[in-house]
């Protein structure tokens, strides 16, 4: 029932993008992302509709693909600060009980 | 401030003892949760609670208990029963219905010694 997260790992220089993919087996009302620092608890960065509308960070995009219950978020020029295990979080239509994928562990070199 | 507190940071218990975490939220929120999260891993669901004295199982409930007798708290017990018990343990809460994030708790490790 977890949904599945790809790449497991990602290793980028300053400045370069990344894109992190989520699918589900179930058909989902929204997709949540997470990021989670070492030894922290996950900060909220976006929610994503069913329908299409999103909420969330100013410079962090997502895209929902309804059809494929597929998630992307995309992390563009990205800084030291984005450095962490990004986590999709996925809600499915029958009930809101939420579910987070393994998680992507993203780190930014300078 | 509004928030969700777990106590304590850090706990420590010899095996076959049970123990329990504590999850309280002022948020006024009426769903919480509890994830386990081992090492390099994701975020599994040990169990959730939509409104008070009512709560499911998720994918990993075996060995662990629950209880919701006021809609601020959401108490987990880790019981003898539970193998490999040793985790980071989150709880998050979140405002019934969709389009509401969830916010987590700071977390407690657990070490089973």
């Known amino acids: 029932q977890q949904p599945v997260q790809s790449p497991q790992a990602v290793i980028l220089r300053e400045g370069e993008d990344a894109v992190i993919n989520c699918s589900s087996s179930?058909?989902?009302?929204?997709v949540h992302w997470y990021r989670q620092k070492h030894g922290e608890a996950p900060v909220f960065l976006m929610i994503?509709?069913?329908?299409?509308e999103q909420k969330g960070h100013e410079k962090i995009s997502a895209s929902f693909n309804e059809k494929k219950q597929q998630s992307s978020l995309y992390l563009t020029a990205s800084q030291l600060s984005y450095s962490g295990t990004y986590f999709c979080?996925?809600?499915?239509?029958?009930?809101?009980?939420?579910?987070f994928g393994a998680g992507t562990r993203l780190t930014v070199k300078p | 401030d509004g928030g969700i507190t777990q106590s304590p940071k850090y706990l420590f218990r010899k095996e076959g003892q049970n123990v329990t975490l504590s999850c309280e939220q002022n948020?006024?929120?009426?769903?919480m949760y509890w994830y386990r999260q081992d090492p390099g891993q994701g975020l599994r669901l040990i169990y959730y609670?939509?409104?008070?004295?009512?709560?499911q199982k998720g994918d990993i409930a075996e060995g662990y208990s629950v209880s919701r007798e006021k809609k601020e708290s959401f108490p987990l017990t880790v019981t003898s029963a539970q193998k490999n018990p040793t985790a980071f343990y989150l709880c998050?809460?979140?405002?019934?219905?969709?389009?509401?994030?969830?916010?987590f708790g700071p977390g407690t490790r657990l070490t089973v010694l």
């Open positions: 998050a809460s979140r405002r019934r219905g969709t389009y509401n994030e969830q916010f």
């Open positions: 179930k058909a989902l009302y929204s």
């Open positions: 994503l509709l069913k329908g299409g």
């Open positions: 979080g996925t809600e499915p239509m029958e009930n809101n009980d939420m579910r």
């Open positions: 948020l006024n929120h009426d769903a």
């Open positions: 609670s939509q409104i008070v004295n009512d709560f």
